[in-house]
């Protein structure tokens, strides 16, 4: 665990902070360039990539903020502009992107679903791959205690080092790498979707497919998961990232039989 990419008192750079400039960044070049090759605009991409980060920020954010914390926001106020104290949720992200993606898209008279599709396959692993790094470095979102004290890493990691959520409370102690396995995650879903992509018979296939598929990852991982701060209820069986999730694939399910009818494509002579 390392929550500073470097420090010193005058100046330093938070891990996650990094991590997530990375995340755009990255994501951005590969949209970019993959636009030629599927016939859309290299400057529609850009502008989506600045309203992403920008509105993907937000919806994090204000998510955190209002549906996770939100007694302890009302107790300190001048928190909820503070984002280097951490407190970003990654379905606010989804709903960031869906407010400013698809409201340029209308008002640019565009072609929405073809462009989310792209934008999502490419640029939606790579978010979420390095975000979970972030969450490596950072110590935030941790596992559980795992009973596996010796064997392959991704079965445990242990906190040697103080800093961030995980380290004051498990110093030494073995736990589950969830953080690792939602990034190996996210290289799975990025070719489970491409493979879904290259054979998609509908408008907007794609881009349902990853967020389903990052709805049933994400349930999974969270009874892993050991960090409280997420948001749990009904006596800790289920977490507010589950609540979403369930939210997230049911929706995305009945679009997905509604633009299968809606929005077909022409069948390959």
């Known amino acids: 665990m ?49 309203i992403g980060t920008i509105m993907g920020l937000i919806g994090a954010r204000l998510f955190h903020v209002f549906v996770e914390e939100p007694r302890y926001y009302l107790e300190h106020p001048t928190h909820v502009y503070q984002i280097w104290r951490g407190g970003f949720v990654s379905y606010g992200v989804f709903l960031g992107f869906a407010v400013g993606w698809i409201g340029y898209l209308k008002i640019r008279h565009l072609d929405t679903l073809t462009y989310l599709d792209h934008m999502i396959l490419f640029g939606g692993p790579i978010v979420d791959f390095f975000v979970r790094l972030g969450c490596l470095l950072a110590g935030c979102c941790f596992g559980t205690r795992s009973p596996y004290h010796s064997g392959e890493y991704i079965l445990y990691q242990v906190f040697n080092n103080p800093g961030g959520d995980a380290g004051h409370l498990f110093k030494g102690v073995p736990l589950y790498p969830t953080q690792i396995w939602s990034m190996i995650a996210a290289v799975f879903m990025f070719f489970v979707t491409y493979w879904v992509d290259r054979r998609k018979t509908f408008k907007g296939q794609t881009a349902l497919t990853f967020l389903m598929l990052y709805a049933v990852i994400r349930t999974v991982i969270e009874l892993f998961r050991g960090d409280v701060a997420r948001g749990i209820y009904f006596d800790g069986a289920v977490s507010t ?23 077909p494509l022409p069948t390959p002579p």
């Open 241 to 263: 990232a589950q609540i979403m999730s369930a939210l997230f694939f049911t929706t995305c399910l009945a679009l997905y039989f509604y633009f299968k009818k809606k929005f």
């Open 2 to 50: 390392r929550p500073f990419i470097f420090y010193s008192p005058q100046f330093s750079i938070p891990s996650f902070a990094f991590s997530l400039m990375l995340a755009s960044l990255v994501a951005t070049i590969v949209c970019y360039k993959m636009a030629p090759r599927r016939g859309l605009s290299q400057v529609v991409v850009l502008d989506l990539a600045i």
